[in-house]
């Protein structure tokens, strides 16, 4: 069996590589920060990061890094129990950017226990097949993962993105229904806006106003999303409209 140490220490160079990955590829590197100290105002500054490298190391060149590599790098993580669910993502996430949505799809497809990438992998599976089979085909595929162990916040991005999936394949009930749940049920999350907004929207199209106690859930949460006047404004409009 493969000491503990060994297994951090190959997780620890996987995303050590990977950061060099993404370095590579043009994105922006985090600012470097030194000592914070207070200056005589009272206000912090950060002083200028002490280089740590020594002088004939900082004259290296990074290697370019290509496609290949990461596809290498992430394919032996995969391996790896601890790196394994993150590796498939960003597998899967570098199959789509080659336009390999089969690939890309059956890596996310892949049964595991929830991690952090079980959602974004769960989304990004119902994109495809929205664009393959129609928003029906979607929402069927949502409707029926196993939920055990979310978050809060993934259980309410869940429910607005069925909302919207739903609403494009007209069945307007359902997705009222859910607009609904997710309203009651996760009032504080900022996807529930998205939810308010789908759901004035399919009323408006029938003409119809806000019922009075969707009205009141929809002032709760815009005050949770910090829209103060919006809230304000709700809550007007329900007191004009009371008999």
């Known amino acids: ?49 002490a280089e ?37 993502h960003r597998l899967a996430l570098l199959h789509l ?16 226990e929830r991690t952090p990438w079980t959602w974004p992998g769960l989304r990004a599976r119902a994109e495809l097949a929205q664009a393959r089979a129609g928003p029906a085909c979607a929402d069927s595929l949502l409707e029926r993962v196993d939920r055990t162990g979310w978050t809060d916040a993934e259980r309410a991005a869940w429910l607005v993105t069925r909302v919207r999936l739903l609403a494009m394949a007209g069945d ?16 504080s999350l900022s ?14 199209a029938r003409g119809v106003p806000l019922p009075l106690d969707d009205e009141r859930a929809a002032a709760e949460v815009d005050a949770f999303a910090g829209r103060v006047d919006a809230a ?7 007191a004009a409209r009371q008999p």
């Open 1 to 49: 069996m493969r000491p503990a140490s060994a297994t951090w220490a190959a997780a620890l160079a996987a995303l050590a590589l990977g950061s060099f990955a993404t370095l590579a590829a043009g994105a922006t590197a985090p600012p470097l920060l030194g000592v914070p100290v207070l200056d005589p105002a009272g206000t912090v500054r950060w002083t200028a990061p």
């Open 52 to 88: 740590s490298l020594p002088a004939w190391a900082r004259r290296l060149a990074l290697p370019t890094v290509t496609r290949a590599d990461s596809l290498a790098l992430w394919s032996a993580a995969a391996g790896q129990p601890h790196l394994a669910a993150v590796a498939r």
């Open 97 to 112: 950017a080659g336009r390999d949505t089969a690939r890309a799809d059956s890596l996310w497809a892949v049964p595991a």
């Open 172 to 187: 307007t009930q359902r997705a009222s229904a859910f607009a609904r749940q997710a309203m009651s049920v996760y009032p």
């Open 191 to 204: 996807s529930t806006r998205q939810a308010v907004t789908r759901l004035e929207a399919m009323l408006r």
């Open 232 to 238: 304000v404004a709700r809550l007007r409009r329900v």
